[in-house]
């Protein structure tokens, strides 16, 4: 594809070692990097982006999965930031499939937060019919950042959100020792707790979530 050809020999001409290396320790060595800064990635991004519409229309899905199977985290963001763009509003209902993909291949914190609360929870919400269907098999999953999906995905929500569905994610995973999921629990309850209160601190109260679970979703209270 001209646009990831483009993309990769302009992002190659910028990058900086000795940025790279903290970003690399950031992200606990989990991937390599070329050191090149959000700001300045998104700028070269808009300017390829422009040139290549026509292809980019046509192949978005496409190239954010080539892009995503590259070896630094600098072409996994625009794979991401491109489907959220091209997709919002607009997602075809095989797209979980990709989704799905996405979460599980070079999973980390970075990546899955940002599918999970723009692709998966803008997906659910232009296919509701689809959403226990497909948070029941993300959360029964065997693949953690699934699990850790299938409760952030309400993320953008507001007070939209189906508290019926993040309590039962919650009870479903409240005693799991996986330091990501008892955060994802924290986080989901605290981001709503800013528009139910009320309900929060009294599910919170009324159940034995882990430690940290509890700190987060109590944070705002």
Partial sequence: MKFCNELETHFRKESNRELAVPMENYMKNNFSFLGIKTEKRRAIFKSIYEQN?????????????????????????????LLVKESMKNFAIEDIKLIEKLIITNSWWDSVDTIAKYLLGGYLQQFPLETLKVIERFSNSKNMWLNRSAILFQL?????????????????????????IQKAIGWALRDYSRFNPTGVKAYVNSTNLKPLSSREALRLL
């Avoid at 026509?54 to 080539?66: G, H, L, P, V």
Wanted: glycine content about 0%.
């Fill in 156 to 180: 953008s929500y507001k007070e939209k959100t189906n508290f019926e569905i993040l309590i039962s994610e919650c009870e479903k995973h409240k005693h799991s020792n996986e330091f990501f």
């Fill in 53 to 81: 519409k026509a292809e980019i229309k046509s192949n978005f899905r496409t190239i954010a999965w080539e892009l995503f199977q590259m070896k630094e985290r600098e072409f996994h963001q625009v794979a991401i930031d």
